[in-house]
């Protein structure tokens, strides 16, 4: 008798479009999209349309491809010039002046050996596309420059003495920035803290390696790692769980960092903009009467 109860009560709930209990305290995925206001004005159903879209993972990771062939070409033009290449865009000696700003990111792609080169790239083969798929293009662009500049200017300022280069500081940025997420979406990425331990104890074991060891410029892999946790913070994922419009026991989870970076959200490659396309359409299509 209870379960035919609900089953003619539960019709009855939809079309209310009241859900009951925790999901009632849901916000709407697309607010007003399915009441009859937004179903006669034109531009209601526009502003339905210009509101936040369910959080997928980037399927590629094209930046960090391009990175990669980078950094080897760059290493070949070193060792093809006698490391003349080296010498123009390494982090120089000496305090830092204003026309040396070039210096600050062309450090990033310059190795002083071939096992350097190696590291680095496989650092950066390990890290990049976790990061590039959790961010997208755009802010995992952002991330690894902020981070690589950081750690450059930190050099500078902690190490004026000696020269250095390598993208080490990048790649710290990148754990930073992995580590910032972890923290900010714990309730649904980590909620045991097991990985966060696990990317706070490589790094504390890297910069122990890097003071540790003669030769290795330990200030710019800070500077990066302080970076790259700073940009996760404030335009990393942050996941939120939102109540859909088209099904009122239906919960989708939305992107919506501190500092939204629209025009950078938008390079996320076509496939994932058609998939965003494809749920509002569909989100919008029901008939909610």
């Not at 539960?10 to 209310?16: D, F, Q, S």
Request: glycine share 10%.
């Amino acid at each position: 008798v209870a379960i035919v109860a609900a089953a003619a009560l539960l019709p009855a709930a939809a079309r209310a479009d009241r859900p009951r209990g925790l999901l009632s305290r849901l916000p709407s995925l697309h607010p007003g999209a399915g009441s009859p206001k937004a179903r006669r004005k034109p531009e209601a159903a526009a502003a339905a349309r210009r509101v936040e879209r369910p959080y997928r993972p980037q399927a590629e990771a094209p930046l960090t491809r391009a990175l990669l062939v980078a950094n080897v070409a760059v290493y070949a033009a070193q060792v093809a010039t006698g490391h003349a290449i080296t010498r123009s865009w390494c982090k120089p000696a000496g305090p830092f002046r204003a026309r040396l700003w070039p210096r600050l990111v062309t450090p990033c792609f310059l190795h002083g050996s071939l096992g350097h080169l190696v590291v680095n790239c496989y650092s950066l083969m390990n890290m990049g596309p976790v990061v590039e798929r959790m961010y997208g293009t755009g802010r995992f662009g952002l991330v690894y420059t902020a981070a690589g500049v950081a750690g450059t200017a930190a050099s500078f300022w902690l190490h004026p003495s000696s020269a250095s280069v390598g993208a080490s500081g990048a790649l710290f940025g990148l754990l930073g920035a992995c580590a910032a997420t972890l923290v900010v979406n714990r309730a649904l990425m980590d909620r045991s803290g097991e990985r966060f331990r696990s990317l706070a104890e490589t790094a504390l074991l890297n910069l122990a390696l890097g003071v540790a060891r003669p030769g290795i410029d330990g200030s710019g892999h800070l500077g990066g790692l302080c970076a790259g946790a700073l940009c996760g913070a404030l335009f990393g994922p942050r996941l939120v769980a939102r109540r859909t419009a088209a099904w009122p026991f239906a919960v989708a989870i939305v992107d919506r960092p501190l500092v939204p970076l629209p025009r950078l959200e938008g390079q996320e490659g076509r496939e994932a903009r058609e998939r965003a396309a494809a749920d509002r359409e569909m989100f919008l299509s029901v008939d909610y009467r």
